[in-house]
């Protein structure tokens, strides 16, 4: 199957021209469902390409939780579809630092380890940066804030 674009004026105009009430998503449940029926894959079809479980995908699709890191990789791979968007990563606050660095961590695609070990500090501090509870050195504020 090609690749998929989906994007929000496409999902509206496409909604609209269905006659229902154009509605943009807005939870990484509504974008999976999205993503999946633009490729016309059945949640069988996705998991089996996938390697993620029909159960984890049905629980996704339907905003019983927050999908990790490691299944949106996943699903966003065979999907065609940035980790950004299906993560909703792109809607995520940026008013502290803390939520600055969050959002620039998850929107790379990284987990807490794997960005302590690229920026070498540890996860506790990544953690507590995230948190707002400590502000990084000055060297590496400027490090990801450059990025």
Known sequence: MGEVSINKESFVTATHLRGTQPKVPNTPGERLFHAR???G???RELAAASGVTEATISYIENNHGQPTLRVLKKLSA???VSLDY???YDLLPEESLGQKIKKYRLMS???INEFATLIGVSDKSI???EKDKRVPFLHIQRLLLHK
Request: hydrophobic share 45%; net charge positive; with cysteine.
């Open 86 to 88: 299906l993560g909703c």
């Open 127 to 129: 953690r507590s940066w």
């Open 109 to 111: 695609g990284l987990t």
């Open 41 to 43: 894959l059945t949640i």
């Open 78 to 80: 065979v999907l065609d």
């Open 37 to 39: 029926s633009a490729k």
